[in-house]
């Protein structure tokens, strides 16, 4: 497992509607192709911590009819980021400490939790949630 | 997207996923086994094998259709899931709840 020697940035701004929930699959997708390099266990985190945010969004975040939704990632040596940013009112968010084995709803913010480091602001009418999970580097291929 | 296909195989209904169980695709999975229950099924296998990501609504879904099989005196169980997949059902603890197997010949005989 190796890490890239500089940055690497995606982004894509989508509805904030089931449709778009689909585009951030797709560009998350390609973000996993494109980075074997990076350990199954932290693509995978990043990837459902990213997925649940915007899901949160799109279900609980009472944006106004047309909303966009957008996301960039940003692929380091040590780190991988991405910040999910929507128009609008500040989302009043509720952590839970747990949830019941038998609910069938509540588990996202919780779980984006457990997986990524989870930032929220809002600032001049924009939401946005900054998603990061530190990975261990490791030395490149010298050739 | 996701699609589902749903066989017999005895008493047993194996609902085959492909694809992502996700907010989009949740509400599809609890109808495709109220859609069973109501047609008499109560024993469900799901399998997870072609399923890429689940996440919280897609687990959701899940124990929803696990309380509405025990609700008609049934069950359900899981089988061939991801990396993901395993990653989800253990930080929730839902792995606990959901039983996943290996294979979908486990978890019939499981019943």
């Known amino acids: 497992v190796r890490s890239p020697r500089s940055d690497t940035r995606y982004s894509v701004a989508a509805p904030a509607t089931d449709r778009g929930l689909t585009a951030v699959h797709d560009l998350l997708d390609r973000v996993r192709d494109e980075h074997a390099e990076f350990a199954a266990i932290d693509r995978l985190s990043f990837r459902t911590a990213i997925a649940e945010i915007v899901a949160n969004v799109i279900d609980h975040a009472g944006l106004a009819q047309g909303s966009l939704i957008e996301l960039d990632v940003v692929m380091s040596p040590n780190m991988i980021g991405g910040c999910v940013t929507a128009a609008g009112r500040p989302v009043e968010y509720e952590l839970p400490d747990s949830v019941p084995l038998d609910a069938e709803r509540g588990r996202g913010l919780l779980l984006a939790t457990q997986l990524c480091d989870i930032r929220y602001d809002h600032v001049d009418g924009v939401n946005s949630w900054r998603v990061t999970r530190v990975v261990e580097a490791h030395s490149a291929p010298t050739n | ?111």
Do not use: N, W
């Open chain 2, 1 to 111: 997207m996701i699609e589902f296909r749903t066989r017999d195989v005895g008493e047993i209904t194996v609902v085959d996923a492909a694809g992502r169980l996700d907010l989009v695709s949740a509400t599809l999975f609890r109808e495709v086994i109220a859609t069973g229950v109501a047609r008499g099924a109560r024993l469900f296998v799901v399998d997870l094998a072609e399923v890429v990501f689940v996440d919280s609504s897609g687990l959701g879904s899940l124990v929803a259709g696990l309380k509405l099989a025990r609700r008609v005196g049934g069950d359900l169980r899981i089988c061939a899931t991801s990396e993901q997949v395993d990653l989800v059902l253990d930080l929730t603890g839902l792995g606990r709840v959901l039983h996943p197997y290996r294979e979908v010949t486990g978890a019939i005989a499981s019943f």
